[in-house]
């Protein structure tokens, strides 16, 4: 740990620098806009960016990281919180921190518990299709304040300045950076100031408001900031409070540890480094843990904020303590032209934001490479918007899981044959090969567990003719035998032996047959022989036949 | 459907009969000891063997499979009926109904969306350490009605019984069925007869109680029972009475199917048939429904009694028919004597099936052939001891997925070299074979799914070395690549290109080859070539290498 920290070196600066610099000035419009999501005071967006930031860069184990609010977690944070305190009371802003709390502890105990490899518990496709439909949730949530009613009417400046936002930031987000290059400048830096976009927008639309006062035309506004750093402090609720928020605060974590790890990885496997499971749990653990300390609401990793932190030249997490100090910095100079900041233009930034979280692509790339991954991403959607986003992680789950036990379901088995004249042996409905009218050799194609064992014994059994002696099973695709297949084997080996019928393996992988080895369950009683090659078992077993005919 | 009755002939009714007479002595017994365990009137228990019995014998797909109750499916009606109404109240026994008709509905339903698939969400391990957990509850509460003590007092008389029963059930269990074998029985047929026993020491029990006048000794007896057939009808209860249902009967269902389908699967491999997981579904949802119609309680198959029927002749469901005749028969017979049964030999009947439900022969193989199974094994008794046996049922789920998903997570990745000569790739690790300076080969020996994606490239960029050139990635023993893993090859490809290396496949197998080519997202971007073999690979780069170099 802080390796980088030792080994810092002064060309490292100027890149770092520059990196915090850009993700400070992109954090800002984020953290306000997702602590509105969350149903938060704005200020708190700016506190989810200081000391989290920090623990993540001294915790995690990515180098380009950038911790900070998320939209997802925000709706999460809202959608749970919307049935157990009134929206901006001090209990919800409470309930939100205790939340951060019980999801960072619990990060950091899996942490300590090396539990890491939850992170591959959603398949791509589902998690494709949580993340599209929380973006539509978000997207919608956002209309009412675009057109400038806070609560039911439209206001006509209002809904202006919205609309105006909303076209100035679309067209932006598709023409600057090639505008930039154009103009000379490298591909990466243009892309990453191009994310400036909404910085530049929103302060040209506070401008606007404060000089024509659209506030007393009615205009909603964000009105004063409270200057200054958050205090430290944790306050505990009462113990049923915390029962209530027990479920959804797991939940909560679990998609923290999977937005932060997957951004995380994405990014090292271009840079070629690693990043450790168990180390991004302690990070991101560590992250809410300070967040919650601040008074504030759930964070993790971001990859488009953290793509920018890359682009933009960060080499080190001391770009991320860059962007921390001057956040804090921000929130210590007087911020009172912020308050003009309409919230319609805020709105038009949330929803162009989410507007890059919505994936076609996977389902339509699942529908042509296998359509149980697009049935997958479609119900997860459907279970998000109809359900609701906490029932969504956990469908989201069990899709995936039962999506892997479904594919077991099906185990390939390969009767083979014989290329005549050859050591090679082939599956006899692909290829012209030749077998044994007493020996029924079978290529298992799948690893072997509780998932297909049963399935597996049946899918032999129906292979067997009337004049079979022998049934060689070849082993070479099976990497896996869990102890259910173990027993199943040895249940086959059983009943073939009562119907007068030898089993034999051939082709056992090395570590595989170093278990088998160690266990007394199949090769003891194992009616049959273990044969290094089909060829050999083929051979072996037909001279044999041939013997006892003779 | 039914196959077996239109080919029905007189050879096969002898066998099914004595079949179906033994299996009623067993039952009843069995039927009344297990409405004991599920804190319900001794009558259900015979209600459940009539109905239901013949409903499975019509529907379900195994020929020697025997419906009836089952000591797991008890112990899990009482323990979440033991929170919502008072044990033996009306409403107790209407909401075990109401638990048998949600079951048997959700059974029913599964079957037509042909979700038989659920049967393989447990693995072994996690199934032996649940039902083990399971015995030793059921066990621990017969103690005090073997004491003879109904409430907290020990009855000496009543004890003494309990005690001796418990001492010829035991000695009879081990003896008897080597003992018939030595005075000249089949062996098949004494297993069966031995399993008489029970019905033997608990009618010796009740005429004594009843010739010594023990009742009136504060010895515990049965009480008469209701003579005649249950009256069919449904009582529904209120919508939030069901809802408080719907979560333990859904769990129940599940652990209904898995018994019945391990009975049923166990016993046709023997016998070398097939069994229908939907049909199975269909059998075992239509049998609840019509308990839950006879106003009794869940059902299932069970292996040890339906391993009675298949031992005692039974060929075809006909034996479950005359079964459920002869129950109905023995309703509606005067059955005052039967009132003297005392309690405590009932329990003492009960321990000892239980314990042959303790498994720690599972346990002990995976200790030597998987440790992490055996560990599952442990958790879910655990589990099940200590929190309960519904939320074991969940734990069970999470441990048997959790474990797969572990496993995944440490993906097997040979590095291979050539053997000197041949055309032979081996893993350099276990095998002296030669390697190309700029060309890695890898063979992944793993199906490659969302479980280990990610960690599958880690590996393969963990590979590289300062001169790499060519990554040819052997999937010989690839049998399955999902969404997420296409993505993650495609970013893969990336990267590698991002580095100036070239990625290529050999080896791919047939049916992937097929779904690879539909989709555009690996093939069409892949920066090198798909070979056919390793050795291909090996030769066809190494030549280009050669000439570049020229």
């Known amino acids: 740990m802080l390796l980088w920290l030792k080994n810092y070196h002064r060309q490292l600066l100027a890149g770092d620098l520059s990196a915090g610099v850009i993700v400070v000035l992109m954090m800002v419009p ?8 969350a149903g938060l005071p704005p200020v708190l967006g700016l506190y989810a960016s200081v000391l989290p930031t920090l623990t993540y860069a001294l915790l995690g184990s990515s180098m380009v990281q950038s911790v900070g609010p998320m939209a997802i977690t925000s709706l999460m944070t809202a959608t749970t919180l919307a049935a157990l305190a009134p929206s901006g009371s001090a209990l919800y802003v409470a309930m939100a921190t205790q939340m951060t709390l019980i999801a960072g502890v619990v990060l950091l105990l899996c942490g300590l518990l090396r539990l890491g490899f939850l992170a591959h518990f959603l398949s791509r496709p589902v998690l494709s299709g949580f993340t599209t439909g929380a973006a539509l949730l978000i997207g919608a949530s956002q209309v009412k304040t675009l057109m400038g009613g806070s609560f039911s009417t439209i206001n006509l400046p209002g809904a202006s300045i919205g609309l105006l936002a909303l076209v100035a930031l679309w067209l932006g987000k ?9 103009l000379g400048l490298a591909s990466p830096l243009a892309n990453s100031l191009s994310k400036l976009l909404p910085v530049l927008v929103l302060g040209v639309a506070t401008v606007s408001v404060y000089q024509g006062d659209l506030a007393s035309a009615g205009v909603v506004v964000l009105g004063p900031i409270a200057q200054g750093l958050p205090s430290i402090g944790v306050q505990l609720l009462s113990l049923e409070q915390m029962r209530s928020l027990l479920a959804p605060s797991l939940l909560l974590g679990f998609i923290i540890f999977l937005s932060g790890q997957s951004a995380s990885v994405t990014l090292a496997q271009k840079r070629g480094e690693r990043i450790n499971a168990n180390r991004e749990l302690l990070g ?48 210590c100079i007087p911020t009172g032209w912020l308050a003009s900041l309409p919230m319609p233009a805020l709105a038009a930034s949330i929803i162009i934001a989410v507007l890059g979280m919505l994936d076609f692509d996977t389902p339509r790339q699942a529908w042509r490479f296998d359509r149980s991954d697009a049935v997958a991403w479609l119900a997860t959607l459907s279970g998000v918007l109809l359900v609701g986003v906490q029932s969504g992680v956990i469908l989201g789950v069990a899709i995936s899981l039962g999506g892997l036990i479904w594919r077991a379901s099906r185990p390939h088995i390969a009767v083979l044959g014989r290329i005549a004249g050859s050591e090679h042996f082939r599956n006899i409905q692909r290829h012209n090969a030749q077998t044994h009218p007493q020996i029924v050799m079978l290529r298992i194609d799948s690893g072997m567990f509780f998932g297909n064992a049963e399935l597996i014994n049946d899918r032999i ?30 249940e086959l080996n059983r009943n073939l032996l009562n119907r007068s019928i030898k089993l034999h393996l051939a082709e056992v992988k090395g570590p595989l047959m170093d278990r088998l080895q160690q266990s007394d369950l199949l090769l003891k009683p194992l009616s049959g022989q273990v044969f290094l090659s089909a060829a050999v078992a083929l051979d072996s077993l037909s001279a044999q036949l041939q013997n006892s005919h003779a």
Do not use: C, K, W
């Open 174 to 182: 598709e023409r600057l950076a090639p505008l930039m290059i154009r």
């Open 30 to 37: 984020q953290g306000m806009a997702y602590a509105v999501i």
């Open 284 to 331: 991101l653990g560590g992250a809410n843990l300070a967040s919650a300390l601040s008074g504030s609401f759930p964070v993790t990793g971001s990859i488009s904020r953290s793509a920018v932190n890359y682009a933009a030249g960060a080499h080190t997490p001391m770009a991320s303590v860059f962007t921390a100090g001057l956040m804090a910095l921000f929130l």
């Open 461 to 490: 059994l129906e292979a067997l003719q009337a004049q079979t002696a022998h049934v060689v099973l070849v082993l070479s695709a099976v990497n896996l035998i869990d102890t259910s297949a173990l027993y199943s084997l040895a």
